[in-house]
């Protein structure tokens, strides 16, 4: 049991509380070291109450792993549906945009090791996520291929693609042994390349 008394329970849904107060955990604690009862103490929760939303502690990173993983989601969804860019210079945004969410998680080695965890443990998480991407990123094709922006006729086929292409800057190693303006650089002159060949 954690010898720390609980902390007076803060305002907002409980497992929002609680997902909060994991990720002070992680960041304090480390993510393999950070028990259930550390993570109660911190939302000022008994810890029988954090099984009543999480049944174990995996159940807890992928929770927190989904709620990153869903904020990377809807900044690229807002990409994709911002009808009032050219779909071209869409595609540009919404690649580099998707290739940089792997960085943000450099600046915060919890966040990666949370992630890292999650890859090996709860990899449905990431595979939803990435369906969800190449469904706005079908959308957005779809919709510069109607408007004779781009010359494929398979907007899905197209999207797994590009996809599997951007999914090199994905890779937290490569980002981790390079300079963020070097990465960037790279990162663009891959989209460049693409926007070259995906041009009608």
Known sequence: MSHNPAKPASPGPVPDRLLDAALICFRRLGSKRTR???IAAEAGVARTAVYRY???RQAMVAALATRWLAEDEARLAEIARDHETAPAERLGA???AD???ARRYLADP???EVLDEVTRRVAPVVQQHRAHVRRHLAGLLAEGIAQGAFRS???ERLAQTLDDL???FHDPQLAAD???DIWRARAKAAIDLILQAVAA
């Open 94 to 96: 919404f690649l580099l």
């Open 36 to 38: 259930i009862e550390d």
């Open 166 to 168: 951007i999914g090199r």
């Open 99 to 101: 290739a940089e969410s």
């Open 178 to 180: 390079l300079e963020p």
């Open 54 to 56: 999480f049944p174990n």
């Open 110 to 112: 919890s966040l990666l």
């Open 153 to 155: 006729d398979q907007p």
